[in-house]
């Protein structure tokens, strides 16, 4: 089941944002691990989300990306996960245009 729900024009509803901010927020950490990879799997270009291989701090790596496209609302999913100490723990890199590049969800979880 998908965390996210869209509406009827393509944006992720605000209820489902504020469920995800408290999901990602929660003190069991693998809850919130899994509800803060369960977001970055929703993507209005469903293309635009996976594994790829990215230099990150000079070696390449592979490393969860989701591209946002500018689309509000994919950013509106990025702006909710970076209300979670999370984010800033898993984000490998950042690329100006909307470019996110996380820690694959198996290493997320060794933490």
Do not use: C, Q
Not at 15 to 24: A, H, P, T, Y
Not at 30 to 39: G, L
Not at 74 to 92: D, R
């Amino acid at each position: 089941m998908s965390i996210i729900k869209w509406d009827e024009y393509g944006y992720p509803t605000e209820e489902s944002l504020e469920e995800l901010e408290k999901l990602i927020n929660s003190s069991n950490y693998k809850e919130a691990v899994s509800a803060f990879y369960e977001a970055l799997e929703e993507n209005y270009y469903p293309d635009a989300v996976g594994v790829e291989e990215k230099e990150v701090r000079g070696h390449v790596i592979e490393v969860w990306a989701y591209h946002t496209f500018g689309w509000s609302g994919n950013e509106a999913i990025i702006k909710t996960l970076a209300k979670s100490f999370l984010f800033v723990l898993f984000l490998e890199r950042y690329d100006a245009g909307g470019h996110y590049y996380f820690k694959l969800k198996e290493e997320a979880l060794k933490i």
